[in-house]
């Protein structure tokens, strides 16, 4: 089963470093890893040459973290999804919004300037998110230092699934010495910060656009990359989220705000979006997913299309919907209880797929499930009748509700 793969991977930003900036750098130390590992990240859609590998896993095209053990343990669920160059979100995001996320620096000098420059770059957008550096705990964002020789500029991650932005940003020294333009170091800290409330790269269909090299997609698994309506289906040569950045001071463009304007302010927070249907009759296996590219690189889905409307961020009154996975039969199923599938044999919990409500609020429709033994398949769907005579099926009941497609 090939639909989708829960990795732990932290997004890194990568620059090309001018050649003046390497002249005397030794390159970094290139692995082979183990061929199971190697099938994966190919699997995955990932450039499977100039790996770098770490003690706990490998850097792929120089900027993507895979832990040795997700890539071993999912191995049969790999798969990528290809998009266009566009502006992306990750499938959770900040909440609890109006917030201000503070950060600490135990840094000094033209990296504590930068990083005050970059909040007030974030700020000036007027978002219901702001930022603030503080001196004490408590704080969400650490922003401190690490020495790799490599091209490796920053690191940093995606928000968590209970809605707080990741909560670290290392910067390279190797690369961002104390001498370094300071607003070159604000645009990475401001790059960073955009991760650490879901914004993923705008290249992220084509990291060659802003990188060089062979075109390849990143993965859109197991963070997500959700299209940002009203941002363009073209190239956006300066946008502050692209992977590189050789050496220039970048910040906001006209289609960065759009983006973040549209997840972080009162009249651009995303509403219920469609949810979609998808079956696949050789495996006997129905999926839903938010997504409509979600089998799209896997063979013998057919797409039945919208089912209902759910969210794909923490809306008022809603609850996640998890996506469990049987490694054995291939099933999929879905509920609103993380511990579902405890204790049961070849179930793995995929993680986060949309938010719903637990109960029947105004204007919301029950969503059912429906099991299959004898075909080990569970089929969810707002039509009750969706399985009248059909032999085998078992009504499970009222799992979560959504709204009309």
């Known amino acids: 089963m090939k639909t989708k793969l829960k990795l732990l991977f932290i997004v890194f930003f990568i620059c090309i470093i001018a050649d003046s900036c390497k002249?005397?750098?030794?390159p970094p130390k290139v692995d082979t890893p183990k061929e199971s590992d190697l099938q994966v990240i190919a699997k995955l859609g990932f450039n499977t040459s100039g790996i770098i590998e770490k003690s706990d896993g490998y850097i792929v095209e120089n900027?993507?973290?895979?832990?040795?053990?997700?890539l071993r343990q999912s191995y049969k669920n790999a798969s990528v999804i290809v998009a266009k160059t566009e502006q992306y979100n990750t499938t959770n995001l900040v909440t609890g919004l109006p917030r201000t996320i503070t950060m600490y620096s135990p840094l000094s000098g033209v990296y504590l300037s930068a990083l005050d420059d970059a909040i007030t770059r974030w700020n000036s957008l007027g978002l219901l998110i702001t930022f603030q550096r503080v001196s004490s705990p408590p704080y969400d964002i650490t922003v401190t230092s690490a020495y790799q020789n490599s091209n490796i500029l920053a690191v940093s991650g995606f928000p968590f699934s209970d809605g707080r932005p990741y909560n670290y940003i290392t910067l390279n020294t190797y690369n961002l010495t104390g001498t370094t333009n300071q607003d070159y170091i604000s645009s990475t800290i401001q790059h960073e910060m955009g991760h650490t409330i879901g914004m993923r790269h705008t290249d992220y269909a084509d990291r060659s656009y802003s990188c060089g090299g062979t075109a390849s997609p990143e993965s859109s698994i197991p963070d997500g990359a959700i299209y940002i309506p009203g941002t363009p289906s073209g190239p956006d040569p300066q946008s502050i989220m692209l992977a590189c950045n050789s050496g220039l001071n970048r910040t906001f463009t006209s289609n960065d705000?759009?983006?973040?304007?549209?997840?972080?302010?009162?009249?651009?927070?995303?509403?219920?979006?469609?949810?979609?249907?998808?079956?696949?009759?050789?495996?006997?296996?129905?999926?839903?997913?938010?997504n409509r590219n979600a089998t799209l690189s896997s063979s013998g889905w057919a797409y039945y299309g919208v089912i209902f409307k759910a969210y794909l961020t923490n809306a008022s009154g809603t609850v996640p919907v998890y996506e469990f996975y049987n490694t054995s039969t291939g099933?999929?199923?879905?509920?609103?209880?993380?511990?579902?599938?405890?204790?049961?044999?070849?179930?793995?919990?995929?993680?986060?797929?949309?938010?719903?409500?637990?109960?029947?609020?105004?204007?919301s429709i029950p969503v059912y499930s429906f099991y299959n033994s004898s075909k080990t398949d569970h089929y969810l769907t707002p039509d009750i009748n969706a399985v009248n005579g059909?032999?085998?099926?078992?009504?499970?009941?009222?799992?979560f509700y959504v709204l009309p497609k």
């Not at 002249?23 to 030794?26: E, H, V």
């Open 63 to 70: 900027d993507i973290f895979l832990s040795k053990d997700s």
């Open 390 to 399: 059909s032999s085998g099926w078992v009504n499970e009941g009222v799992k």
């Open 331 to 363: 099933d999929h199923y879905d509920s609103i209880n993380p511990n579902e599938v405890n204790g049961l044999a070849n179930w793995v919990n995929d993680g986060i797929k949309y938010y719903a409500y637990s109960t029947n609020v105004s204007g």
């Open 257 to 290: 705000i759009i983006a973040v304007s549209y997840l972080y302010t009162s009249s651009h927070i995303p509403g219920p979006q469609p949810v979609y249907l998808f079956y696949n009759s050789g495996l006997e296996d129905h999926l839903t997913a938010a």
């Open 23 to 26: 002249k005397n750098a030794a």
